[in-house]
T-cell receptor, first 114, second 114 residues
Framework: AQSVSQHNHHVILSEAASLELGCNYS??????LFWYVQYPGQHLQLLLK??????LVKGIKGFEAEFIKSKFSFNLRKPSVQWSDTAEYFC????????????FGQGTTLQVKP | DAGVIQSPRHEVTEMGQEVTLRCKPI?????LFWYRQTMMRGLELLIY????????DSGMPEDRFSAKMPNASFSTLKIQPSEPRDSAVYFC????????????FGPGTRLTVT
């Protein structure tokens, strides 16, 4: 069965610090990978996605993620975080089962101190 | 497009009462998902539909929960009878086909059962 693991449950950073959130998945076949963000009191929004091609994916608000197939990883990065990046971040995966179903990780809460 | 619409946004009810949550997916989307989000368990998929047909309800906690999708533009999630442990935020999401798997989330319904 597919699963997604996010290593960090709670991350606290100061503004301008660099961010990297870990995400590992377990699935041996072709995968589609996503990062969603949930700002306080809001619904989940798509940050970025990977289907194929360049393993370095750029998303909104300066976020990027790198797909490393050999490590089953899809880590999220941002060179310089802002206070407005305070949110919960979810990694999700869908295998090639054509079900449309996403498996979400447990989420990582990011707190950025001004 | 108005996005995924959920109602009510907040619901407070007493234990034992019936609760009905409603969702209108984005027009043209053929997948609809119901999720539950709690601090303890994170984001859990309860059930999803494809072309109004339930595909996977393995995440539904127990028989007190039921979901229907009578047509392409409306779905309900019912809890009868409700219990305090059902208190959570319930999200509805929709997507188009299996090509992208990108899910669009509604604002959620915050349910409190006293």
């Amino acid at each position: 069965a597919q699963s997604v693991s996010q290593h960090n449950h709670h991350v606290i950073l100061s503004e301008a610090a660099s961010l990297e959130l870990g995400c590992n998945y377990s699935y041996g076949g072709t995968v589609n990978l996503f990062w969603y963000v949930q700002y306080p009191g809001q619904h989940l929004q798509l940050l970025l996605k990977y289907f194929s091609g360049d393993p370095l994916v750029k998303g909104i608000k300066g976020f990027e993620a790198e797909f490393i197939k050999s490590k089953f990883s899809f880590n999220l990065r941002k060179p310089s975080v802002q206070w407005s990046d305070t949110a919960e971040y979810f990694c999700a995966v869908n295998g090639s089962s054509n079900t449309g179903k996403l498996i979400f990780g447990q989420g990582t809460t990011l707190q950025v101190k001004p | 497009d108005a996005g995924v619409i959920q109602s009510p946004r907040h619901e407070v009810t007493e234990m034992g009462q019936e609760v009905t949550l409603r969702c209108k997916p984005i027009s043209g989307h053929d997948y609809l998902f119901w999720y539950r989000q709690t601090m303890m368990r994170g984001l859990e998929l309860l059930i999803y539909f494809n072309n109004n047909v339930p595909i996977d309800d393995s995440g539904m906690p127990e028989d007190r929960f039921s979901a229907k999708m009578p047509n392409a533009s409306f779905s309900t999630l019912k809890i009868q009878p409700s219990e305090p442990r059902d208190s959570a935020v319930y999200f509805c999401a929709s997507s188009f086909g299996t090509a992208t798997y990108e899910q669009y989330f509604g604002p959620g319904t915050r349910l409190t059962v006293t």
